[in-house]
């Protein structure tokens, strides 16, 4: 193995252990981070425009191969953790900042580190692939309406502005990235993408840190009840998409192993920086601790799935 692929396996396979030193080096020297806020979107757009290069439009032959399951992940993504998100937050009567702020991680699309995790849980990848880019693509058309029904009365939003910066945050640079990767050509888009993992951890940490330096004063007073929240938020996620498409809808269970993780897993990092615009600094403290514990719980269920055979 290289230099180069012992750095991007280091950077990337302590992913959360990086956000856990960032954040606190960011609670305790605010003013060191407080300068990256207005760049949060930027460095998002980074991270989508990496996705859009690795794309392969062969990815998407599944929603041939497979329509009613593609369809199937993609509506229990925008069903189950939306409601589930909205029932938790009046279950324990949070303050109406944070509740909109868990709603709203609970309609953004699925997060990219699902395909990884459903890889090393021996579940169908090329499934995975194609409900989160589906999800990601449709998030700027459903994203801001649902969190308008569901949370809209307790922090108001336009959601036609939300839909307007969703598509320039997350579609842009998903075609740019994929532009690039067609003029290039697949070879030389590969040797281009190669430290893009690497990359996406740092503008995923340095969004969390920028977050967790201006909310820092309130930070300690809400971490409790929002990590139970979280916590019940994400599991109950993967149980509730596993058990629907395995036993309602009929999936094998490779199928339903990657829609849980589609379902289970968010884009908290599109749910940060559109709290910190359209809603408060508080309602973003549900996305960062998300963007920490889903990391920490996928492994987990990642690595109990890999040592069951699928088959069986």
């Given at each position: ?43 998002l ?44 937050v ?17 309609c ?12 090393i ?59 690039i ?14 430290f ?7 503008a ?109």
């Amino acid at each position: 193995m290289s230099v180069a692929d012992r750095f991007t396996r280091w950077i990337t396979g302590f992913f959360t252990l990086w956000v856990i030193i960032f954040a606190l080096l960011a609670f305790y020297n605010p003013d060191f981070f407080k300068w990256l806020l207005p760049y949060i979107s930027i460095l998002l757009g980074i991270i989508m425009f990496g996705v859009g290069i690795t794309l392969d439009l062969k990815d998407f032959g599944q929603i041939i191969k497979q329509p009613k399951n593609v369809i199937i992940g993609v509506l229990l993504q925008f069903i189950i953790m939306p409601l589930l998100g909205f029932g938790i937050v009046l279950l324990f009567k949070l303050p109406y900042q944070l509740a909109a702020g868990v709603v709203l991680v609970g309609c953004v699309p699925s997060g990219t580190a699902s395909n990884v995790m459903t890889l090393i849980a021996k579940g169908d990848v090329l499934l995975s692939v194609t409900v989160s880019s589906l999800t990601t693509l449709l998030s700027p058309f459903v994203t801001p309406y649902l969190y308008y029904w569901l949370a809209g009365t307790w922090i108001p939003i336009n959601p036609n502005a939300m839909f307007i910066d969703i598509f320039k945050i997350i579609i842009v640079p998903i075609i740019l990235g994929f532009l690039i990767r067609i003029f290039l050509g697949a070879e030389r888009a590969k040797a281009i993408s190669y430290f893009l993992p690497s990359i996406s951890v740092f503008a995923i940490v340095l969004i969390i840190s920028a977050v967790v330096a201006v909310t820092r004063d309130r930070l300690l007073l809400v971490a409790i009840p929002i990590v139970i929240v979280v916590v019940m938020h994400n599991s109950l996620g993967y149980l509730f998409a596993y058990l629907f498409s395995k036993y309602l809808f009929g999936m094998t269970e490779k199928q339903a192993r990657a829609i849980s993780f589609e379902v289970g897993m968010q884009n908290s990092g599109l749910s940060t920086v559109l709290a910190m615009k359209f809603l408060t600094p508080i309602a973003a403290l549900p996305s960062i601790v998300f963007s920490v514990w889903h990391n920490i719980s996928g492994s987990m269920l990642a690595n109990f799935w890999s040592q069951r055979d699928p088959e069986i």
